[in-house]
């Protein structure tokens, strides 16, 4: 079994091109690949994740140094850079129900191209003419009820922080770390995971695997604050 490759943060960094798609796990930082956040460096990124961190953490730190053009969230009311660009027109900033963002992001994983959910019809997130409300939304009627007609999402990029690695770049998380990391894994073109240590191939009992290695491109050791 192939190992997956270690690099550091600044080579992860790298690989984010700009104007890609990145997906950041977290919530609200815990669980959030810190130590490649603070290398990322790339412009005009749209980034999914399920909320805007906290100012200059996090993806807080992207938003702070001008790296993020659009955010797609659930949250962002811990940060209060967030409002202040989208008042001034520097961030175009588009809100999702939670819920709904993560089953985008798992069915962007699966090959979808979309579901229905009867989450926000009627409301706010399901009119397209708002500002802060995705393009494209369609309502449905299905059996004489109305559904939202979300589509997939998927990223160029996605960021992962995870408790261990093996060498073939099995992931397994910690408590409640593990929030949206596993379905981002799934869901883009190259994965990075950060994590706290890496272990022999083989270390991580089968039963224990969280995120298979199939969904691993990079691995980076976490540094300590």
């Known amino acids: 079994m192939a190992k997956t490759k270690v690099i550091s943060a600044k080579e992860a960094a790298a690989l984010i ?36 961190g906290f100012e200059n953490e996090g993806t807080g730190r992207l938003l702070h140094n001008g790296c993020i053009k659009r955010l797609i969230a659930t949250h962002v009311g811990l940060n209060k850079e967030v409002a202040t660009k989208f008042n001034d027109g520097s961030l175009d900033l588009k809100l999702q129900p939670q819920g709904t963002l993560a089953e985008q992001i798992r069915a962007g994983g699966a090959g979808l191209g979309g579901f229905l959910t009867p989450t926000g019809v009627g409301t706010i997130v399901a009119d397209s003419s708002s500002p802060t409300t995705l393009e494209g939304k369609e309502v449905v009627e299905l059996d004489g009820k109305e559904y939202v007609l979300e589509k997939a999402i998927k ?46 191939a083989g270390e991580i009992g089968p039963d224990y695997v969280e995120t298979p290695h199939v969904y691993v491109d990079y691995l980076v050791v976490k540094e300590e604050a």
């Open 17 to 52: 091109k700009d104007g890609d798609t990145v997906m950041i796990g977290g919530f609200m930082t815990n669980g959030t690949a810190k130590t490649i956040c603070n290398e990322v460096t790339a412009k005009n990124l749209t980034v999914v994740c399920n909320d805007g």
């Open 155 to 200: 990223g160029d990029v996605a960021i992962v922080q995870a408790y261990v690695a093996d060498e073939s770049g099995n992931l397994r998380y910690k408590g409640s770390t593990r929030n949206f990391n596993p379905l981002m894994a799934s869901a883009a073109t190259i994965t990075i995971a950060e994590v706290e240590k890496i272990v022999p």
